[in-house]
T-cell receptor, first 109, second 112 residues
Framework: GIQVEQSPPDLILQEGANSTLRCNFSDSVNNLQWFHQNPWGQLINLFYIPSGTKQNGRLSATTVATERYSLLYISSSQTTDSGVYFCASTSGGYNKLIFGAGTRLAVHP | DTEVTQTPKHLVMGMTNKKSLKCEQH?????MYWYKQKAKKPPELMFVYSYEKLSINESVPSRFSPECPNSSLLNLHLHALQPEDSALYLCASSQVSAQPQHFGDGTRLSIL
């Protein structure tokens, strides 16, 4: 199956800073998703982005499927952005969602 | 993703107990999933149901028994669990031939 690598594994920011999280895939992917898991364990859909660029408020994401990577941009970070960010995707014709190990983000006031 | 509802939110049980986790969605999705997430790890797939039939079992021990009574409901029956089964159990749903998957808030399970 595909391998999903996320970087950086940990990130500490001051409130108001910008950041870029990266997700690399070992094989072609489809159905790529970005999630935010908050400290209470809720896994929140941020983007469904098999290719191209999307924006939602302070967050945006870009997937370059031909080069097997995706980026998540967080601008003007807030303390509520803290938590773990996961990228995940299926591969081939299967519904199995493979997750990366996550980026653990802490935003300090 | 509050469109997928999981109950209970927390469950503490002994190793000899029998309990069930429940998941419900009303988005018309015909694929439903159970994931297990240990602390500081990503979610890992356990089971997939498509059109109420089990399509993927990721070699899960038989002490976990899934059931899909109808297109909106997914259960996970638990029996004779071990302490290492303590985890967050997440349910998700999607269209069968398309994503994205939508997740519930999870059931945090503790085995004494």
């Amino acid at each position: 199956g595909i391998q999903v690598e996320q970087s950086p594994p940990d990130l500490i920011l001051q409130e108001g800073a910008n950041s870029t999280l990266r997700c690399n895939f070992s094989d072609s992917v489809n159905n790529l998703q970005w999630f935010h898991q908050n400290p209470w364990g809720q896994l929140i859909n941020l983007f469904y982005i098999p290719s191209g660029t999307k924006q939602n408020g302070r967050l945006s994401a870009t997937t370059v499927a031909t080069e097997r990577y995706s980026l998540l941009y967080i601008s003007s970070s807030q303390t509520t952005d803290s938590g773990v960010y996961f990228c995940a995707s299926t591969s081939g014709g299967y519904n199995k969602l493979i997750f990366g190990a996550g980026t653990r983000l802490a935003v300090h006031p | 993703d509050t469109e997928v509802t999981q109950t209970p939110k927390h469950l503490v049980m002994g190793m000899t107990n029998k309990k069930s986790l429940k998941c419900e969605q009303h988005m018309g999705h015909r694929a439903m999933y159970w994931y297990k997430q240990k602390a500081k790890k990503p979610p890992e797939l356990m089971f997939v149901y498509s059109y109420e039939k089990l399509s993927i079992n990721e070699s899960v021990p038989s002490r976990f028994s899934p059931e899909c009574p109808n297109s909106s409901l997914l259960n996970l029956h638990l029996h004779a669990l071990q302490p290492e089964d303590s985890a967050l159990y997440l349910c998700a749903s999607s269209q069968v031939s398309a994503q994205p998957q939508h997740f519930g808030d999870g059931t945090r399970l503790s085995i004494l």
